[in-house]
Every structure is written in structure tokens, then in C-alpha cells.
């Protein structure tokens, strides 16, 4: 089956602009994930969504970032008044529950610059 | 706090000779351990885990309790190997992985 898929694979955008990015878990995937990915920086957690509970929002840089996840399935990354700074690859990776739940499997990851 | 810290931004050995990618954590639960690999334009996909004790692509890797680290490690590098290892922590939620800096392998023929 289709593994997870992210859109769109670039974007370019003016500083002080609004970007949403977009994430297609696995089909049957309960739990969603967004990661940056930033040179020098490793793979910093954003926020992570398990089922129909709250999602765990910790990693979240700044007011400026939310993400929903609709239906329990998609789930939109959303960064207004963008920075700098945000300019990184999203990456989104979804899991299952069950023994292996704690295999990530990744999508291929936004690269947001921010001109 | 849950941390994992990689010491080594770079890596670089001859084709043949032993790897050692260095993965120290802090926890204060029973740690849950992982190494994630992503090769040139490829995805980030797990390697291997502590708890299945495997070995993937010849590269083992032994929990350390009293040290507090998960190092990777293969006898013998092959250029295929070169790419980028991330070390990672089951944390918090238990679904949450927390992922160290990441070091990247460069194998030279």
C-alpha cells in the first residue's frame, strides 16, 4: 500500500506570510506525528496526535504553529507570520497501535524555505 | 528530561573498518531505544531497535543501562552504508520519539 505522503514537497514563501502543509498517514494509522528537520539541529518533535485524544502539542516552537488532524486521518501543519527561522524540512510519519506501534514510517517532507 | 545526544556530527571511515555511531540518552523511566537511518533522497526508516536485539545490515547495537548509551555498530563499513543515523527515545505518551542531533556516515572506498 501507499506509504505517507506529504505536499507539497517545496514550498517557497515571503516572510510574514501564513503556509500550511499537508500530511496522508497510512490508511488505518492512528497516530501522526510532525517533526523538523533542520541542518545542524537533528529531528526536533513538533506535535503528535493518537486517536481521538488531545494531541500532544509540547514540541511546538511558537503560538505561530498549530496542526489539526480531521477524521483522524490528514492533518494540516499550519505556521502564520512565517520566519526565517522556520525555513526546515516537515517531516510527517504515522504508526500504528499494537506491538510495533513504535515504528515510525516517514513521509518524504515538506522543504519550507522563507525568503 | 529525555534527551539523546549524538557527540558526533560526522563520521568519516574507510570502506572495511569498524563504525562505531555514538548514542548516549538521559531517562529516568526503562528506556526504549531505536536507530532511524535515511539514505541520499530517501525516507527516514528504522533500523533497528534495542528489544529485538538484531542485527540489520550487519550493524548491532547493545542498550547500556550503567552508561547510559546505544551506540551502533558495524565490523566492517561498506560504502552503502554511507547516510545519515539518527539515535532515538521512546518518551513521554510512550509514542513519542525523541531523536537526537543525528550523525552523518560517510564510508570511503
Known amino acids: 500500500g501507499a506509504g505517507v505522503s506529504q505536499s507539497p514537497s517545496n514550498k517557497v514563501t515571503e516572510k510574514g506570510k501564513d503556509v500550511e502543509l499537508r500530511c496522508d498517514p497510512i490508511s488505518g494509522h492512528t497516530a501522526l506525528y510532525w517533526y523538523r528537520q533542520s541542518l545542524g539541529q537533528g529531528l526536533e518533535f513538533l506535535i503528535y496526535f493518537q486517536g481521538n485524544s488531545a494531541p500532544d502539542k509540547s514540541g511546538l516552537p511558537s503560538d505561530r504553529f498549530s496542526a489539526e488532524r480531521t477524521g483522524g486521518s490528514v492533518s494540516t501543519l499550519t505556521i502564520q507570520r512565517t520566519q526565517q527561522e522556520d525555513s526546515a524540512v516537515y517531516l510527517c510519519?504515522?504508526?500504528?497501535?499494537?506491538?510495533?506501534?513504535?515504528?515510525?514510517?516517514f513521509g518524504p517532507g515538506t522543504r519550507l524555505t522563507v525568503t | 528530561a529525555q534527551r539523546v545526544t549524538q557527540p558526533e556530527k560526522l563520521l568519516s571511515v574507510f570502506k572495511g573498518a569498524p563504525v562505531e555511531l555514538k548514542c548516549n540518552y538521559s531517562?529516568?523511566?526503562?528506556?526504549?531505544l531505536f536507530w532511524y537511518v535515511q539514505y541520499s533522497r530517501q525516507r527516514l526508516q528504522l533500523l533497528l531497535r534495542h528489544i529485538s536485539r538484531e542485527s540489520i545490515k550487519g550493524f548491532t547495537a547493545d542498550l547500556n543501562k550503567g552508561e547510559t548509551s546505544f551506540h551502533l555498530k558495524k565490523p566492517f563499513a561498506q560504502e552503502e552504508d554511507s547516510a545519515m543515523y539518527y539515535c532515538?527515545?521512546?518518551?513521554?505518551?510512550?509514542?513519542?520519539?525523541?531523536f537526537g542531533a543525528g550523525t552523518r556516515l560517510a564510508v570511503h572506498p
Open positions: 510519519a504515522s504508526s500504528s497501535t499494537g506491538t510495533r506501534s513504535y515504528e515510525q514510517y
Open positions: 531517562y529516568s523511566g526503562s528506556p526504549e
Open positions: 532515538g527515545l521512546l518518551g513521554g505518551g510512550y509514542n513519542k520519539l525523541i
